[in-house]
């Protein structure tokens, strides 16, 4: 039997003969009364068993502990060892079906026993196919993605389990993109308040391997409706750092063309204007598993701007940073700077790698820097706040962003005194980037008269 549920079956056979002897009793206290099948709902997760401070690992002070305490006590997980969970584990496809069956199981019966045999997760895969739950996977045995658990999960139970909470529309969330194979399943789950973002702006870090403590926190709020929140996502998109139904992506941009930036959407920005009182703060998304800035966020005010030079970023190496030179072609003659995607000058963030990515001299001089004086002169001058948002575009798997889309708006007089949504293009004129790895050449037909 496999370590997570070597106790399951006795749990279930008690759950069982607790159901049992009750629909016995009732049939006995009323002669030939006909017994009804059992109603599914959510109600059906029961306490079956205490949880004592079972895992040496999992502390009250920890984020986790109330899933994790809450799933134990609805049999739903187990523990790595007798006094452990592994919070920090990750969690298998093998698992996460199985997690996903006994959802369905104990939804609709009241009890998720399950017989295992070799391998172990063999009747899982069975009870999964055969209930319309989504299992097909090749690997059962390698660690699953948020996105293949998020994939898993929403099939789990029926749609009228997982009521929205929210209006959430596609493309809110800015690192789901649109037309995955999971972008609904997220969705559906955000929508539900069982997943609440892992960053500022609500990211999903779909590719990154789930750990046993998150998948804990998501069964628990699937099992549960009055562990569910919006609370977060909600503040989130009153204070515009949610992208509004709006996806990064280079498709529909045009090619360079001689000019460092394109207009996006007209040069209307997607933001909605918050309500109610007006303050400062600055946001930065965490990197993603190649190490890539994701992208900042800030209510710009003179209370964040800085009162002292800028210090040292020579410390930090952002993605596809080479230390390269063409002197006479270049002004400064190197051709990468590290860029920062929201300035020093904004909110006084200086060597933060989630704000640094490498750019180049033009990036940085002939675009960023002309959007970067307009948004600190008119800070300055009216003492007004600006919506500042700044994201990079990478394609594919690549280390150095073909561009940043950047985007501002004046919010005490409506976007009157400050309003942009741009394109900036990472490139270099005269020079040809290899954007996969940052390396570079001279552009031999290239002629600063063209």
Same mark, same amino acid.
């Given at each position: ?5 070597? =106790? ?164 809110? $969330? ?17 929508? !539900?308040? =069982? ?20 998948? !804990? ?112 072609? $270049? ?120």
């Amino acid at each position: 039997m496999h370590h997570c549920d070597t =106790i399951y079956q006795d749990i279930n056979m008690k759950r069982s003969a607790a159901v049992l002897l009750c629909i016995i009793l009732f049939a006995a206290s009323f002669g030939n009364t006909e017994v009804h099948a059992f109603t599914p709902g959510l109600e059906n997760f029961i306490f079956v068993r205490s949880y004592d401070e079972r895992f040496a690992d999992v502390s009250e002070n920890d984020w986790f502990y109330s899933p994790v305490a809450f799933a134990y006590r609805t049999g739903l997980v187990s523990g790595s060892g007798p006094s452990s969970f592994s919070p920090g584990g990750n969690v298998t496809i093998a698992e996460s079906v199985a997690f996903a069956c006994r959802l369905e199981k104990i939804y609709n019966t009241g009890w998720g026993a399950f017989e295992e045999g070799t391998p172990w997760y063999e009747v899982y895969v069975r009870y999964a196919a055969d209930h319309g739950i989504k299992c097909s996977f090749e690997d059962f045995s390698r660690p699953a993605s948020r996105a293949e658990f998020a994939y898993i999960m929403s099939s789990a139970l029926p749609s009228e389990a997982f009521a929205p909470l929210m209006d959430l529309p596609y493309g809110s $969330i800015y690192d789901i993109p649109a037309g995955s194979y999971y972008e609904a399943d997220a969705y559906k789950l955000y929508r !539900a308040g =069982i997943l609440e973002g892992s960053d500022d702006r609500g990211g999903f870090y779909p590719d990154s391997f789930i750990k046993r403590s998150e998948a !804990a926190a998501v069964i628990s709020r699937i099992a549960s409706v009055d562990l569910r929140s919006v609370a977060k996502l909600q503040y989130y998109a009153r204070e515009g750092r949610l992208d509004s139904g709006r996806s990064y992506s280079l498709s529909g941009l045009p090619e360079y063309a001689g000019f460092p930036y394109v207009f996006v959407n007209g040069n209307v920005p997607s933001f909605d204007l918050p309500s109610g009182d007006v303050y400062s703060w600055e946001s930065y998304g965490a990197l993603d598993e190649l190490g890539r800035c994701t992208g900042a966020s800030a209510c710009v005010g003179k209370d964040l701007m800085p009162s002292q030079p800028r210090g040292s970023i020579g410390m930090v190496r952002p993605t596809g940073w080479q230390t390269v030179r063409y002197d006479g072609l $270049i002004d400064g003659n190197y051709l990468y700077n590290r860029c920062h995607l929201i300035a020093y000058q904004l909110t006084g963030e200086n060597a933060n790698e989630r704000n640094l990515i490498t750019g180049t001299r033009y990036l940085n001089i002939n675009g960023m820097q002309i959007f970067e004086e307009k948004v600190a002169s008119y800070v300055k001058a009216t003492g007004n706040h600006v919506l500042y948002r700044s994201v990079p575009v990478f394609a594919g798997n690549e280390l150095v962003a073909r561009g940043v889309h950047l985007e501002g708006l004046s919010i005490e007089d409506g976007g009157s005194g400050l309003c942009f949504n741009v394109f900036l293009f990472n490139v270099q004129p005269g020079i040809e980037i290899d954007y996969k790895d940052g390396t570079s050449s001279k552009d031999e037909g290239y002629s600063p008269s063209k």
